[in-house]
């Protein structure tokens, strides 16, 4: 099975006026492409989970992008733009793709959509289709 991994995650605090920007993101551990397998080896994070279990199996794991961010105000869509960018790329660059991945915070806020979650979810799932499998992590996920 060839199987995209990708982590996007920040706390969002819906009272606060300030917006998330993209040079509040870090991209680690690992940051994009292979960095995120060996910078999540031996991690307690849920991408290590992640590739551990499709190693077990023997599976092809193709790394994404790795972004979180600490607790601030709703992130700036354009943020959620470009991680559904580095998606759509690594969905075209690797058909068929048989599951998908992601490490989500499951508190996020965009600035419009107030389940960050909910929309890249389904933006990824209209992007790889019906029949890919989608599974999603809800927990921060950094080290």
Do not use: W
């Amino acid at each position: 099975m060839r199987i995209i991994i990708a982590g996007f995650a920040q706390e969002s605090n819906s009272f606060s006026p300030d917006v998330c920007t993209l040079e509040m993101f870090t991209r680690l551990p690992g940051g994009e492409g292979t960095g995120i397998i060996e910078g999540h080896a031996n991690m307690p994070t849920a991408l290590a989970g992640m590739i551990d279990v499709i190693n077990s199996h023997g599976d092809e794991i193709v790394p994404v992008i790795d972004m979180s961010a600490q607790s601030y105000g709703p992130v700036d869509s354009a943020v959620a733009d470009l991680f559904l960018e580095k998606m759509q790329n690594a969905i075209r660059e690797n058909e068929p793709v048989d599951a998908i991945f992601l490490s989500l915070h499951g508190g996020m806020q965009l600035t419009t959509e107030e389940d960050a979650c909910g929309y890249v979810l389904e933006q990824v799932r209209r992007m790889a289709g019906n029949k890919a499998v989608i599974t999603a992590s809800t927990e921060s996920g950094s080290p």
